[in-house]
């Protein structure tokens, strides 16, 4: 916070253009590191969820539209596949949308051009599944296991701790969180949220 602030002193008054771009790139590596720490910080000390009655079609849209503007201009195929009438979930609606975000990201980043990102819901014997399915590349069967572990990452630029913080959260919320290879290619990550007994949509 003290480094962005000195940066933002500086930039009432730069000297030239030269200056100017060092100031952007002190504000935009602030901006990175304040998430890098709000990652691990979430990571070492996960809030505990504010249980509520929620609809999950609404979590879902909004992340929809959420990840659409994350990803801009690219091109991107995401489709929604949504049981009707599913019933509400006892869960945060917060940490839910943050952990569908961040799968769903993951999922868009790791398709081949031009492929799609689906969004699953549907009930289960006795919970609420989500699943988020891609066709990208996949993740080597060896390594199935060592998604959820802190600090694993595929990518090169990974903190690998963002599955890592989704698996934690979604226990928390009594639920599971798990991932498979798809048999023809990519991954599904799939989100379990347990249903009481008389569930209503």
Same mark, same amino acid.
């Given at each position: 916070a003290?480094i962005?602030?000195?940066a933002? =002193? %500086?930039?009432?008054? +730069?000297?030239d &253009?030269?200056?100017?771009k060092c %100031? @952007?790139i002190i &504000?935009?590596?602030?901006?990175?590191?304040?998430?890098?720490?709000?990652? #691990?910080?979430? #990571?070492?000390?996960? +809030?505990? +969820?504010?249980?509520?009655s929620?609809? =999950?079609?609404?979590?879902?849209?909004?992340v929809?539209?959420?990840?659409?503007h994350?990803?801009?201009? /690219? $091109?991107?195929n995401?489709? /929604?596949? =949504?049981?009707?009438?599913?019933p509400r979930v !006892?869960?945060? +609606?917060?940490?839910?949308? !943050?952990?569908?975000?961040?799968?769903?990201?993951n999922?868009i &980043?790791?398709?081949?051009?031009?492929?799609?990102?689906?969004?699953?819901?549907?009930?289960?014997?006795d919970?609420l599944?989500?699943?988020?399915? @891609?066709?990208?590349?996949?993740?080597?069967p060896?390594?199935?296991?060592?998604? #959820? @572990?802190?600090?694993?990452?595929t /990518?090169?630029?990974?903190?690998?701790?963002?599955?890592?913080?989704?698996? !934690? =959260?979604?226990? !928390?919320?009594?639920?599971?969180?798990?991932?498979? $290879?798809?048999?023809?290619?990519?991954?599904? #990550?799939?989100?379990?949220l347990?249903?009481? /007994?008389?569930?209503?949509a």
């Amino acid at each position: 916070a003290s480094i962005a602030g000195a940066a933002s =002193i %500086l930039r009432r008054n +730069p000297t030239d &253009e030269k200056q100017t771009k060092c %100031l @952007d790139i002190i &504000e935009s590596e602030c901006r990175r590191l304040n998430g890098l720490l709000t990652t #691990f910080l979430n #990571f070492a000390r996960p +809030p505990s +969820p504010n249980l509520q009655s929620v609809s =999950i079609e609404r979590v879902l849209n909004d992340v929809i539209e959420l990840a659409q503007h994350a990803v801009g201009r /690219k $091109r991107t195929n995401l489709r /929604k596949t =949504i049981d009707n009438a599913l019933p509400r979930v !006892q869960c945060d +609606p917060e940490q839910l949308r !943050q952990v569908v975000l961040n799968l769903l990201l993951n999922a868009i &980043e790791a398709r081949k051009d031009g492929a799609s990102v689906t969004v699953v819901a549907e009930v289960g014997d006795d919970s609420l599944v989500i699943r988020v399915v @891609d066709e990208g590349s996949g993740v080597a069967p060896e390594d199935i296991e060592k998604l #959820f @572990d802190p600090f694993f990452t595929t /990518k090169e630029s990974g903190t690998g701790l963002g599955l890592s913080v989704a698996h !934690q =959260i979604v226990g !928390q919320m009594a639920g599971q969180l798990s991932a498979r $290879r798809n048999a023809g290619r990519g991954m599904t #990550f799939s989100v379990s949220l347990r249903l009481s /007994k008389g569930s209503a949509a």
